[in-house]
């Protein structure tokens, strides 16, 4: 199918919005868009971090999931304590693939479930004890650990455990950090506020504890690398480069990092963010308290990591720009290896994206490396300044949609034609029914890393082994297949 116009993609998301009442339809509008590389601020075409409607389907997460299964949860030397009902502990329990180096059990617990298990006793009598006797467990049974962060569920706000006062009591006790997050799942409009919230957790709870502390001894080229889980292994393939090309990596956040690491960042010259969404404001209150710079990144693709090595590298000093350089010229060959083997493949396919964090716009250059299209994009629980750094990456008249509902997204799908979706768990099914290939693009469906060069030719494999698998071609939509059998039964008649 050719690239629409603008006419089209505006005419496309009117024909999608028909279907709702009046006030859902004004709603919705405000939340697709047709892309203009011209604007300089999103707002201007479309609307985000919003509540979502209620009776139509979101495919967002709550507060919680932000906090204990984004930020804080990769912690990996720390317990975290679902504080509520087992269920959240149990389902946000090692989904991410946020690998770590380490013995579970021992020295890593990112994988284990701790919770309160909260009783309905539990919820009229409160269950401040429960976790203060929990937490005594935690340090007879795991006596390594590093530290407790109790990430409080929807329960605990509405029946007011203090949790700050447990935390307090436990610190004393047992002489090591223990961080109360109020992250209760109904708080905010997704789990963007849960980032937040986490954020602030660690600003006031965990980084003043090493401020005046001079023993850590620290080099010009001291960095730290935020907001990268290490799904599949992402953070170990961009540590590499950085490595190489001379710096030192303080600290990572949050994925195989430990709390050790997290109070040291501090002393670091910059700061890289990764995802910008879940860390960028712990990293402004490090520029405003600790005058340390932060700049983002983009190891996505070869083209992007050029741009990404060569803006850190400007940073330092000739030492450091000149290994930007040379980490880019001996990484050529692998790379332009990958692109001869898989863009003859892959060249003039058609990608639509819906993802969080950073995803819906830093892996469109790594896409493009291999001469494939994004026509579609937009995030789950973006803001508005996700958007300004996303026009600029997407070609004019495609497709912009924040928040998009199950029937928006099929309808789209069906209207724009992909010849591939990368989208999250819960959309993977229904799209592989109609006999789309799909990649899950949350946790690198089970393989990874991404990141790097190395890990771009993972992702060159892996998108052409979705896209080009013959399977594809034997799968019918069941109804498809229904309306087919139908009309053999008319025909028949």
């Known amino acids: 199918m050719a690239a629409m116009t603008k006419e089209e993609t505006e005419a496309l998301i009117q024909e999608v919005l028909e279907v709702y009442p009046e006030n859902a339809k004004k709603d919705r509008a405000k939340h697709l868009a047709v892309n203009d590389q011209s604007l300089e601020k999103a707002n201007k075409c479309i609307t985000s971090n919003r509540k979502s409607l209620p009776g139509v389907m979101t495919i967002r997460g709550c507060a919680y999931a932000g906090s204990k299964g984004v930020v804080w949860g990769p912690i990996k030397d720390m317990i975290h304590i679902s504080h509520g009902p087992v269920g959240c502990g149990q389902y946000s329990r090692a989904g991410r693939r946020n690998y770590y180096v380490g013995t579970t059990g021992v020295n890593t617990f990112g ?66 950090t223990i961080v109360p997050v109020r992250c209760e799942g109904f708080r905010g409009v997704s789990q963007s506020l849960g980032h937040h919230i986490a954020n602030d957790a660690i600003r006031d709870w965990v980084l003043e504890k090493r401020d005046g502390d001079d023993s850590f001894p620290t080099t010009p080229y001291d960095v730290a690398v935020i907001g990268d889980y290490n799904i599949g292994g992402d953070a170990w393939a961009s540590r590499t480069l950085l490595e190489e090309m001379g710096l030192r990596v303080v600290a990572q ?126 995030y789950e629980f973006g803001h508005n300044d996700d958007y300004d750094r996303t026009i600029k990456e997407m070609g004019n008249a495609t497709l912009l949609y924040d928040d998009v509902t199950g029937y928006e997204f099929e309808e789209f799908v069906k209207k724009v034609q992909p010849d591939l979706i990368g989208s999250g768990i819960k959309e993977k099914y229904i799209f592989q029914k109609m006999g789309i290939p799909f990649r899950q693009m949350h946790s690198w469906d089970y393989s990874g890393p991404y990141h790097g060069y190395d890990g771009f030719a993972i992702f060159a494999r892996d998108m052409d082994m979705t896209l080009n698998n013959p399977c594809w071609k034997q799968i019918k939509a069941p109804w498809k297949k229904d309306a087919a059998s139908n009309e053999a039964v008319k025909a028949v008649a």
């Open 111 to 176: 994988t284990m479930n701790f919770t309160s298990d909260f009783q309905e006793k539990d919820i009229v009598f409160g269950g401040d004890k429960k976790l203060a006797k929990l937490i005594d467990e935690i340090e007879v049974l795991f006596p390594l650990n590093k530290g407790i962060s109790i990430q409080s569920e929807c329960p605990i706000g509405l029946i007011g455990d203090d949790i700050e006062a447990v935390a307090k009591v436990k610190n004393k006790e047992h002489g090591k």
């Open 253 to 378: 956040w949050s994925g195989d990092g430990t709390i050790a690491e997290i109070e040291k960042t501090p002393k670091v010259k910059l700061n890289l963010i990764h995802c910008y969404r879940s860390m960028n404001y712990i990293a402004r209150h490090m520029e405003e308290k600790y005058s340390i710079p932060w700049i983002e990144y983009n190891f996505f693709g070869p083209t992007k990591i050029a741009e990404s090595l060569r803006r850190i590298a400007a940073h330092f000093d000739e030492t450091i720009i000149e290994g930007a350089e040379r980490v880019i010229k001996k990484y050529e060959a692998e790379y332009d290896a990958v692109i001869a083997k898989y863009k003859p493949r892959l060249q003039g396919k058609r990608v639509m994206l819906y993802v969080g964090g950073l995803r819906p716009r830093h892996v469109i250059g790594a896409y493009e490396d291999l001469g494939m299209e994004v026509v579609g994009t937009g």
